[in-house]
């Protein structure tokens, strides 16, 4: 059985940091692409980023380029998402999923929350 589970989530001051985490099994996750995505209050699901399953190859949303960054662990079968200058806007609960671009969360994700 596919298990992914997100932790790391919390409030945050806008300007901070997180450092979220995802941790696999049930299926061999050395050999999948990863992502990240989020959803808003009221929002719909948005792609954040993906890595290869070798984490050589990275992609970014425009909206996180430069502040976010994603790797991996395959011999901890772990995701991570860094994210630095966190805005109010990108409150939300942040899942992790398998393959590559993909917008269909695997988890139950971790909530975050940017607030003053």
């Known amino acids: 059985e596919v298990q992914l589970v997100e932790s790391g989530g919390g409030l945050v001051q806008p300007g901070g940091s997180l450092r979220l985490s995802c941790a696999a099994s049930g299926f061999a996750f050395s050999i999948n692409a990863m992502s990240w995505v989020r959803q808003a209050p009221g929002k719909g699901l948005e792609w954040v980023s993906s890595i290869s399953n070798g984490g050589r190859t990275t992609q970014y949303a425009d909206s996180v380029k430069g502040r976010f960054t994603v790797s991996r662990d395959n011999s901890k079968n772990k995701l991570y998402l860094q994210m630095n200058s966190l805005q109010p806007e990108e409150t939300a609960v942040y899942y992790c999923?398998?393959?590559?671009?993909?917008?269909?969360?695997g988890g139950q994700g971790t909530q975050v929350t940017v607030s003053s």
């Open positions: 999923a398998e393959g590559w671009g993909t917008t269909t969360p």
